[in-house]
């Protein structure tokens, strides 16, 4: 993922961001066993750091800045949130 939101990339972030979330796709299906709901919120916690930093100084924007709060990213930026991926199992 370091790879995927290294600062120094110049494509456009639907790029970026689709990339990211093959990725995470990816990932979730791999490890897609046990009790995953505190590994995945781990996960997207991390993930929407390191998005809202690479984020932040491709914009030249302030460390503080309201526009790349959590819901900016999963909504407005369209990075997966691990943690939608979990369905209710049936009958519990």
Not at 4 to 19: P, S
Not at 43 to 70: G, I, M
Request: hydrophobic share 45%; charged share 25%.
């Amino acid at each position: 993922m370091s790879a995927i939101l290294w600062r120094g990339r110049t494509e456009r972030w639907d790029a970026i961001q689709g990339e990211l979330n093959r990725f995470l796709r990816g990932w979730a299906a791999y490890f897609s066993y046990g009790t995953l709901l505190q590994s995945f919120r781990n996960v997207d916690v991390h993930v929407a750091h390191r998005a809202r930093n690479f984020l932040r100084r491709r914009h030249r924007l302030p460390a503080s800045s309201r526009r790349l709060s959590w819901a900016a990213l999963h909504r407005e930026r369209g990075i997966l949130a691990l943690y939608t991926l979990l369905q209710p199992h049936a009958g519990a």
